[in-house]
């Protein structure tokens, strides 16, 4: 059960800072918590701070496909593409509930796009090797347009159906979040660092502060890991002042649309549109992902806002695309998330930068992890901690992540139907549901989420507002904004009643996530 009282919440800082920490990570995204699960399952005492929710950041923001980066082989980088495609076969195998197979189509338009992208799907399989999903296949017109009823005719000569990994990021975060803390990790969300204290100019601890009791707590680590995305040189500067930035942000926008623009299970890909970037069509949850968009940001504001020009350029791409034309009155959502880029000078094209991670050891001792993907956070986090272990000699263990299932690990998961996603995890839910009949009521006639599934977030996945409920422990915002204000006040009792707090709490608490869902409509 999670902590919520302000006296627990003190009882907790006692412990907390009467704990030497070998590893203390900063920042909740799928790199912090991907090195939480290094650690703690090497047996080091490991503490991680997320100043929001788990996955506030960019980790909520994703495509939602484990891949290889088909992108990354049109730009020649191999050694991308293999390690990626190898960390997608570990992490089916390591959470077969959370991460699947999914079928994608390139619809081609010209002569030679089938050959050319033909062969680069089958480089694709060939890098995958044993691991690969499947084979890539040429599709004739006909078979094209069996497998996308929707997509667009005129011109339409062939298509590549190729394999590729799906998967829910915020599922998949907060089963490795309970995966850390099965293996004796503490993580706490809604918890800043404010600062990096020292001695004789070495990092040897850190001031966090509780962000909904502001209380402080002064923490001693052997070791500190930066893990903050694309708020790392905020870090680093906490570090050195003089330090001149080498992040880049680039935001990256979705917009959701009703599946009846794309029915089937197919996913479309399109390598290169007119103007040269890649396009998604994906259907998940019932719905359909559009994206996405690569537009370079000066600041990185957490809830980060779409731009007009992103949403009519992926409103037009879809249109090209397909038969029904979307418009702004179809969007059921849109979300943006900041790519955390690492710039080695001054690159103006934030497509070219690398996704390849960045490990940097600063002079005081603090190591930063930067850049990389969701789909290889398995691999940055086992480098970050070699480095770590090695830099302030922790005992030498080898990472074992590699065959380490994750919480809710099952492979029958499909069993569990609308919960197959929680894993082992949906025989809890079912058995709230035989404690309180009312448990099995939806929340909303539209959409298969229970009251069940809700309590179930609180007690046991630190869901701690109506946000951390709709946009990440569920997905309703991210499906359905305007259904997800609807409901905000249903969830909101329930988080009150759970967490026993008074109306005012629960009427600011209404009014806090109707400006954030605000921001998820056009
Ligand atoms: C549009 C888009 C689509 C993408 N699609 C894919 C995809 O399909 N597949 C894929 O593999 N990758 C994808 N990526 C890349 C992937 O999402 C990111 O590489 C990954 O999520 C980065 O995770 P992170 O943990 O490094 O950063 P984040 O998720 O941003 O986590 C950093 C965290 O640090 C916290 N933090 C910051 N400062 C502090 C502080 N002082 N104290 C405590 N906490 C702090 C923040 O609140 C934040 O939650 C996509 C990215 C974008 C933008």
Redesign the pocket.
């Known amino acids: 059960m999670d902590i919520t009282t302000t006296e627990e919440k003190r009882q907790m800082k006692t412990n907390i800072e009467n704990t030497h920490w070998d590893v203390l990570i900063?920042?909740?995204?799928?790199?912090?918590i991907g090195t939480a699960i290094d650690a703690a399952s090497r047996g080091y005492k490991t503490l991680l701070?997320?100043?929001?929710d788990?996955?506030?950041?960019?980790?909520s923001?994703?495509?939602?496909?484990?891949?290889g980066g088909v992108r990354y082989l049109q730009q020649g980088n191999l050694s991308l593409v293999m390690e990626a495609l190898k960390e997608r076969a570990i992490l089916k195998r390591n959470a077969p509930h959370i991460v699947h197979d999914l079928q994608f189509i390139v619809p081609n338009y010209d002569w030679w796009e089938g050959p050319f992208y033909g062969i680069g799907l089958k480089l694709y399989d060939l890098l995958a090797r044993k691991e690969s999903f499947g084979d890539s296949i040429f599709l004739s017109k006909e078979e094209t347009i069996k497998h996308l009823p929707t997509i667009e005719q005129k011109d339409l000569q062939g298509g590549i159906l190729y394999h590729d990994g799906q998967f829910d990021?915020t599922r998949l975060l907060t089963s490795m979040m309970r995966t850390a803390e099965n293996l004796g990790a503490t993580l706490l969300n809604y918890?800043?660092?404010?600062d990096l204290t020292k001695t004789d100019h070495q990092i040897t601890g850190a001031i966090i502060q509780d962000q909904q009791t502001a209380l402080k707590s002064e923490i001693q680590a052997k070791v500190i890991i930066n893990?903050?995305?694309?708020?790392a040189d905020?870090?680093r500067q906490k570090d050195k002042s003089s330090l001149t930035n080498i992040m880049k942000g680039?935001?990256?926008?979705?917009i959701v649309l009703d599946k009846d623009f794309l029915p089937g299970d197919k996913a479309i890909m399109i390598p290169h549109t007119k103007d040269g970037r890649v396009l998604f069509a994906v259907p998940w949850h019932g719905k359909l992902l559009i994206?996405?968009t690569d537009t370079p940001l000066d600041s990185y504001p957490?809830d980060s806002i779409p731009q007009k020009q992103e949403i009519d350029f992926l409103l037009n791409h879809a249109s090209e695309y397909l038969v029904k034309n979307p418009t702004l009155k179809d969007i059921k959502s849109i979300f943006s998330?900041?790519?955390?880029l690492v710039t080695d000078g001054n690159p103006s094209n934030t497509a070219e930068i690398s996704r390849e991670h960045k490990i940097e050891v600063s002079d005081s001792g603090l190591v930063s992890i930067m850049g990389?993907?969701?789909?290889?956070?398995r691999k940055m986090a086992k480098d970050v901690i070699n480095v770590a272990s090695t830099l302030v000699s922790l005992p030498r263990v080898k990472s074992k992540t590699q065959h380490l299932k994750l919480h809710g690990y099952d492979r029958d998961a499909e069993n569990y139907g609308h919960l197959s996603i929680y894993g082992s995890d949906a025989l809890i839910i079912q058995k709230l549901y035989t404690e309180n009949k009312s448990y099995q009521e939806l929340i909303h006639p539209a959409y298969s989420i229970t009251k069940g599934q809700i309590i179930f977030s609180i007690r046991f996945e630190k869901a701690k507002t109506i946000e951390d409920l709709l946009a990440r422990r569920t997905r309703l915002l991210f499906l359905d904004a305007v259904v997800s204000i609807l409901v905000a006040p249903k969830i909101a009792q329930i988080l009150a009643t759970e967490l026993n707090k008074g109306p005012k709490w629960l009427q600011t608490e209404i009014e806090n996530f109707i400006k954030i869902a605000n921001t998820y409509i056009p």
């Open positions: 900063i920042g909740g995204g799928a790199t912090g701070v997320e100043q929001s788990f996955g506030k950041g960019t980790s923001k994703s495509t939602k496909l484990i891949h990021d918890t800043k660092l404010v893990a903050t995305g694309v708020y905020k870090i680039s935001q990256g926008i979705h994206g996405t957490l998330g900041i790519r955390p990389g993907k969701w789909t290889t956070y």
